[in-house]
């Protein structure tokens, strides 16, 4: 697992941010979801596939984030909520989102076939015997939600049917089932849209939404006043997604966006000062910050980051790219 994987993934299974993810999405904000509700669940599912000599090739399937959600007593079940992570845009997500709500759904009545031949439960007939699933059992609804990371925009089909050839006949498709995800983008969003969430997701999705636009994302962490109090996680959560190169002191839990952003500014500054008194003249200096800017060229760091840590034009910086082509 990558490091952003298991960043998006650790921030994602706590309580609260799961809890305000669904709240979020689902109820519009409204807290119908409560953290003290949800049960961790194991994540993986077997599923078996046939390969071309009929042959069973058990595989095992992961998913990012499932909980179960109960009742107001705290112990009977009543959904099962998943958070899938994704830091790239999936062209394939319906059908896989599909395939991991389907094993969590045959794991229900894998479940329940077990618990009738473990305690010898009669069976109304030959039916409920073969499929092991009783009349009187009930599924639990499963609810995935997919969380993108990224600051473009989901430009990959978010239903089954628009992964179908456009030359299908309507009267074929309407008797194929579809499956819808259910999609957070934030740069498909709203600021507005993402004040719904109540946690620090919310900072967490706008300052992604706004990190291609550098004097955007400055202005959003200077008027908003909780960017001045940041979980370690979040600010993790944003460095790794974002691509920003925070410092985060190891002691402190809550962090200042505002102020680890000057000090990324300034490490740079100083970076580039070294560099260039190595050379011993000014323009040693400059050469210092055009090998830093191929440096980061060659990493292919966005022109804007690029341009704030080596104060290079953005002209210049165009001109060492075509150097290097």
């Not at 022109?303 to 290079?312: A, D, F, G, Q, R």
Request: hydrophobic share 35%; glycine share 4%.
């Amino acid at each position: 697992m990558g490091k952003k994987d298991s960043i998006t993934k650790d921030y994602m299974g706590n309580p609260a941010r799961f809890a305000d993810l669904f709240n979020g999405y689902c109820f519009h904000g409204s807290e119908v979801v409560s953290p003290s509700d949800l049960r961790d669940m194991d994540t993986s599912s077997v599923v078996v596939p046939y390969g071309s000599d009929g042959a069973a090739v058990p595989t095992q399937k992961y998913r990012d984030v499932l909980k179960v959600l109960t009742k107001t007593d705290g112990k009977a079940a009543y959904c099962i909520l998943g958070v899938e992570n994704q830091s790239e845009v999936h062209t394939a997500m319906p059908v896989r989102n599909m395939l991991y709500d389907a094993m969590t759904l045959v794991d229900q009545i894998t479940a329940a076939a077990n618990s009738h031949k473990n305690n010898h439960d009669k069976t109304s007939g030959k039916e409920e015997f073969l499929s092991g699933f009783y009349r009187s059992d009930k599924l639990l609804p499963v609810v995935t939600i997919v969380v993108h990371w990224g600051a473009d925009e989901w430009d990959a089909p978010v239903s089954l049917q628009e992964m179908y050839s456009k030359e299908i006949d309507d009267r074929v498709l309407q008797y194929s089932s579809d499956y819808h995800i259910n999609l957070v983008s934030p740069a498909m969003m709203s600021d507005g849209e993402l004040d719904v969430f109540k946690s620090d997701l919310c900072e967490v999705l706008k300052f992604i939404k706004h990190s291609k636009d550098k004097q955007s994302m400055m202005d959003l962490v200077d008027s908003d006043p909780k960017y001045k109090s940041l979980s370690r996680e979040a600010v993790q959560t944003i460095s790794v997604c974002a691509n920003v190169d925070f410092k985060i002191p190891e002691e402190e839990e809550l962090i200042d966006m505002c102020k680890a952003i000057e000090d990324m500014k300034d490490d740079a500054r100083n970076e580039g000062r070294i560099e260039g008194r190595r050379e011993g003249h000014l323009e040693g200096f400059a050469e210092s910050q055009s090998q830093m800017a191929m440096k980061m060229l060659k990493k292919n760091e966005p022109v804007e980051k690029i341009i704030e840590y080596t104060s290079l034009s953005d002209q210049q910086v165009q001109e060492l790219a075509q150097q290097m082509q």
